[in-house]
């Protein structure tokens, strides 16, 4: 069990017979009422953000979660297959436990998978990756009017937007939170 004094973001949660992740909490200390804890918390299943308010000094159960590295594979619509770097046994896992840049993901690429026991209750991106661009469109001489883009389609099969001098064979780091192109890699 775990008090509201050990709430940290990331901490998971049982609550109701399902996962959450909290996203984000504030200690609040009103000036004649007890002190609370107001907490925004992710449904681990259904990706849904609720915005919840605990007593201090309030008991949840926590849930003690292992994360293991994983190589991803390949991916079969929805399915994605990765295997575990230790025992290399090959783990079949729903495209719904990733929460955003998974457009970034290439064979290949290792990734932390969440594990309840023998569960997989979520899956983590690395926060950076670096990929090819295979297409994009040329940038014209002139048309750099403050911060000009294009579209560039990835190795991955993702795109993002970069500045008209990324050719096509340049190698560029992508922030996986927001899909943001960062620099180009020599």
């Not at 979520?122 to 000009?148: C, I, Q, W, Y």
Request: glycine residues 10%.
């Amino acid at each position: 069990m775990a008090s509201t004094s050990d709430f940290r973001s990331g901490l998971i949660i049982k609550m109701d017979g399902e996962l959450f992740t909290i996203v984000e909490f504030q200690h609040v200390k009103m000036g004649r009422g007890g002190a609370f804890v107001r907490t925004k918390i992710k449904n681990l299943q259904t990706g849904k953000v609720l915005e919840r308010t605990f007593r201090s000094g309030e008991k949840v159960e926590d849930v003690r979660v292992e994360r293991r590295p994983m190589q991803f594979l390949y991916r079969e619509g929805d399915i994605l297959t990765c295997m575990d770097n230790e025992t290399f046994e090959q783990l079949s896992l729903d495209i719904n436990l990733f929460q955003s840049g998974i457009d970034y993901l290439k064979d290949g690429e290792t990734i932390s998978i969440l594990m309840n026991g023998d569960t997989p209750i979520g899956a983590e991106m690395p926060n950076f990756v670096v990929l090819k661009v295979t297409s994009t469109d040329p940038g014209f001489r002139g048309d750099t009017v403050s911060g000009a883009t294009k579209r560039a389609v990835l190795e991955s099969g993702g795109t993002v937007l970069v500045p008209l001098f990324v050719e096509e064979g340049d190698v560029l780091k992508i922030d996986t939170r927001t899909g943001v192109y960062i620099e180009r890699v020599k």
